[in-house]
T-cell receptor, first 112, second 115 residues
Framework: EAQVTQNPRYLITVTGKKLTVTCSQN?????MSWYRQDPGLGLRQIYY???????DKGDVPEGYKVSRKEKRNFPLILESPSPNQTSLYFC???????????FGDGTRLSIL | AQSVTQLDSQVPVFEEAPVELRCNYS??????LFWYVQYPNQGLQLLLK??????LVESINGFEAEFNKSQTSFHLRKPSVHISDTAEYFC?????????????FGAGTRLAVHP
């Protein structure tokens, strides 16, 4: 089954404790992206990757890091999380940037 | 800069009534247009898309949207809604800018279908 898998689905943690949210897709897609969803703001892009070892900032990259060492994986790293990063996060992938994206089920992060 | 405006944050409607969810965008270049649906505790799923060709596009579950270039709109419609259509709907625009395509989402419209 074609899918985008995110882990964990839920996480409560404290300010400053480094965390990683994993994302994996099994569709051999080149393009992957991370979004955060906040009430009234829709989805805002954090980072995206056009292919292996090619990443770039989206609209709200501050406080986040990403890497793309393999085509299927695109982890999101919060080196020093802060409460304003409490949000619902989605990973997505597509064949190319202007093709419809496939979304994971989301990761709800709460930073206390 | 491109932007997407979903004119209604919430739309309550009775079952079997028609519904229209409005979406306007601003862009000076050619665009691709999408509607995504998000059911509770799930990720976004593609509902329908306009890439080129016929300006009226349809989904498999009875929704349709019409690309209106002169009004820069891509409103979503369904003639008769079901309880199961209760979800949040996002309009998205992909526009070529600065050498690449950028996908921008609207803030979402929460559709609540009541019996």
């Amino acid at each position: 089954e074609a899918q985008v898998t995110q882990n964990p689905r839920y996480l409560i943690t404290v300010t400053g404790k480094k965390l990683t949210v994993t994302c994996s897709q099994n569709m051999n897609h080149e393009y992957m992206s991370w979004y955060r969803q906040d009430p009234g703001l829709g989805l805002r892009q954090i980072y995206y990757s056009m292919n292996v070892e090619v990443t770039d900032k989206g609209d709200v990259p501050e406080g986040y890091k990403v890497s793309r060492k393999e085509k299927r994986n695109f982890p999101l790293i919060l080196e020093s999380p802060s409460p304003n990063q409490t949000s619902l996060y989605f990973c997505a992938s597509s064949l190319s940037r202007n093709q419809p994206q496939h979304f994971g089920d989301g990761t709800r992060l709460s930073i206390l | 800069a491109q932007s997407v405006t979903q004119l209604d944050s919430q739309v309550p409607v009775f079952e079997e009534a028609p519904v229209e969810l409005r979406c306007n965008y601003s862009s000076s270049v050619s665009v691709y247009l999408f509607w995504y649906v998000q059911y509770p505790n799930q990720g976004l799923q593609l509902l329908l898309k306009y890439l080129s060709g016929s300006t009226l596009v349809e989904s498999i579950n009875g929704f349709e949207a019409e690309f209106n270039k002169s009004q820069t709109s891509f409103h979503l419609r369904k003639p008769s809604v079901h309880i199961s259509d209760t979800a949040e709907y996002f309009c998205a625009v992909s526009a070529f800018s600065g050498g690449y395509n950028k996908l921008i989402f609207g803030a979402g419209t929460r559709l609540a279908v009541h019996p």
